[in-house]
């Protein structure tokens, strides 16, 4: 099963960036954004770069490791590498890939929240692993940020 890697994005209001996912008939969730490692990644770092400016059109800088967390899925490991960084800029218009081109993918809505654990655990925010380390670390997450202020 292929590594996943998310991106923990704080811009410049020390607010969290997540998606609100709409997906037809499915509840609605929430996530933070990232995704597969895919073959012509070089690193998983390069593979969290490309995700953010698909998936938002972003740009970041201060890219620290946070955590990496697996659990079962699909009858296998998934395996996420948790990264937390700093967004630079945000172009809705540069999104692009297979989420925005094909409508049964639902809606990807960007929403930013400010960094207390009851908005984290007032959604459904998915996978869980990366909900409860994000409940449990979310008021250091601009301490643990390289590059934070």
């Not at 690193?43 to 938002?56: D, F, K, N, V, Y």
């Amino acid at each position: 099963m292929r590594p996943s890697v998310r991106g923990v994005l704080l811009d410049d209001d020390e607010r969290l960036v997540i998606f609100r996912r709409t997906v037809p008939g499915r509840e609605v969730y929430w996530s933070v954004p990232g995704g597969h490692v895919e073959p012509g990644d070089a690193t998983l770092e390069h593979t969290l770069h490309r995700e953010l400016l698909e998936e938002l059109g972003a740009t970041v800088s201060s890219v620290t490791p946070l955590t990496t967390v697996s659990y079962p899925w699909q009858g296998g490991v998934k395996t996420q590498h948790v990264y937390g960084c700093r967004l630079l800029s945000m172009d809705p218009a540069l999104r692009h890939g297979p989420e925005f081109e094909d409508p049964a993918r639902g809606v990807y809505e960007v929403e930013r929240v400010p960094l207390r654990e009851a908005e984290i655990t007032s959604r459904h925010l998915i996978p869980e692993a990366v909900a409860d380390y994000l409940s449990a670390h979310i008021t250091a997450l601009p301490r643990l940020i390289a590059g934070s202020r």
